[in-house]
């Protein structure tokens, strides 16, 4: 086989493998949709499962627009300026992707895959929203986060601004990504203020239960699959099959959170507490996100081990101290966030690092504090700028439009007020109508 027909073969092996990538971290909005839905009121299921796919459609619009140009299209070192509008052409693709140039896979494929982390972000922050956020807010946000929020920190890390100059290690988005999302998830549930019943007035915590377990569970196995595509898809190649070591150390990572997370649960309340286990599992997943490329399995599974504890106890403080975060999205993708692009600065190897040509060893393996310190700087710059402007974004809606419904359409429920129709309209049946106990339990 000649030099040319195996570059292409190489191509398209690369390309396939970049689509199905694509294709499963955009599969990871069914298991944020079955995560949220069921984590959260009967009375809010289909509202909470329908604007997923509505915000899915208005990122996939913004970031075809404006966002990809100002993400990846060259620039400067804070911003990128070409590219907008994306047709998808090699010309184009040559003129305003320099970060892309040599690349074995076509622009138009990476394009769907940076999508598909963009919407993972934005899915993210509106956890911070759910039960009580007007429907014409999730318009507005939308795009206002796929075109000012989440560009400028993807630029700064991986379109070749000063973070990447500086060598941060962020292989698939721990800060990127979910770090992002959380700062905007928490801004906003403490604008909205806690839902109605969540709190006492002496401050105590009410539990308010999701409605469905199982969605819970299965929505957790999705994202779970998912992000293989999520981490060891952006290995964005197929050669000498280091996806599958990325893929390893992901799952490792998950494991462990899984198991810590139950653990500590059952230690401190008494009991195998299942959404305690599926935090941990998410909130591994998003610590090793930063590091699964650059870090060995046996700092894989401390890595996890640590997010699922952390993840833990942070969701216990954050409700004690009256913030309503329905879906734990900061503790299980702030925290963890956190904790995930630090652990570079540990645990990355001299090997690894060279090998994906980003930074330099951690602590742990003799590169003392060079590569931590880069990694702070990085978390630093990205939660000031994404606090900044979320909360600029929020507040201005807030004293403009409202972001919350009224208290009679958040006490009947989002699925009647915002949609007309009942998530369960079987339970709202003449029959049950006539039968006050099920009505005020399904409503509940």
């Known amino acids: 086989m000649d030099s040319s027909a195996l570059e292409q073969l190489v191509s398209r092996i690369d390309s396939t493998w970049v689509m199905l990538s694509a294709l499963l971290v955009i599969m990871m909005q069914m298991g944020f949709a079955l995560l949220e839905a069921g984590s959260t009121r009967m009375k809010n299921a289909g509202h909470i499962a329908g604007k997923q796919i509505l915000t899915f459609g208005i990122c996939s619009l913004s970031f075809w627009a404006l966002g990809f140009g100002l993400t990846f299209g060259d620039g400067n070192s804070f911003l990128g300026l070409t590219g907008f509008f994306f047709d998808g052409s090699p010309e184009q693709a040559e003129a305003s992707f320099s970060v892309y140039s040599g690349s074995a896979v076509p622009v138009s494929i990476l394009f769907l895959f940076q999508l598909a982390f963009c919407a993972v972000s934005l899915a993210i922050a509106f956890g911070g929203f759910a039960e009580r956020a007007k429907l014409s807010v999730y318009f507005i946000f939308s795009v206002l986060f796929t075109v000012l929020i989440y560009p400028v920190v993807?630029?700064?890390?991986?379109?070749?601004?000063?973070?990447?100059?500086?060598?941060m290690q962020d292989f698939a988005g721990s800060t990127v990504v979910h770090l992002q999302g959380a700062i905007v998830a928490l801004i906003a549930t403490i604008l909205l203020k806690p839902r109605i019943g969540k709190y006492n007035r002496d401050g105590s915590s009410n539990l308010i239960p999701g409605h469905n377990q199982v969605y819970s569970v299965l929505g957790v196995l999705f994202l779970w699959i998912g992000w293989f595509g999520f981490n060891a898809g952006s290995t964005v190649s197929t050669e000498d099959g280091f996806f599958g070591y990325v893929a390893m150390t992901t799952n490792l990572a998950t494991a462990a959170g899984a198991v810590a997370a139950l653990a500590i649960a059952w230690i401190v309340m008494g009991k195998a507490d299942i959404p305690s286990m599926l935090n941990g599992v998410l909130s591994a997943l998003v610590a090793i996100t930063a590091s699964c490329a650059f870090v060995e399995p046996w700092a894989?599974?401390?890595?996890?081990?640590?997010?699922?504890?952390?993840?833990?106890?942070?969701?216990?403080?954050?409700?004690?101290?009256?913030?309503?975060?329905?879906?734990?999205?900061?503790?299980?993708?702030?925290?963890?966030?956190?904790?995930?692009t630090l652990s570079t600065g540990l645990f990355a190897t001299p090997e690894l690092a060279e090998k994906v040509?980003?930074?330099?060893?951690?602590?742990?393996?003799?590169?003392?504090?060079?590569?931590?310190?880069v990694q702070l700087i990085g978390l630093a710059g990205s939660i000031v700028y994404v606090s900044i402007v979320a909360f600029v974004i929020l507040y201005v809606l807030k004293a403009t439009i409202g972001l919350r419904v009224t208290e009679e359409e958040e006490v009947v429920g989002l699925d009647v007020s915002e949609h007309g129709v009942y998530g369960y309209p079987e339970l709202l049946s003449p029959a049950n109508k006539n039968n006050s106990s099920v009505t005020s339990h399904t409503l509940s």
Not at 302 to 317: E, N, R
Not at 358 to 366: C, S
């Open 300 to 340: 894989a599974v401390v890595i996890g081990a640590v997010s699922g504890i952390l993840t833990f106890y942070t969701s216990i403080w954050f409700d004690r101290k009256g913030i309503d975060d329905p879906i734990f999205a900061f503790s299980v993708h702030g925290v963890a966030g956190i904790w995930g």
């Open 357 to 373: 040509g980003v930074g330099g060893p951690g602590l742990f393996y003799g590169g003392g504090f060079q590569q931590l310190g």
């Open 154 to 167: 993807g630029h700064w890390v991986w379109g070749g601004g000063w973070l990447a100059e500086m060598g």
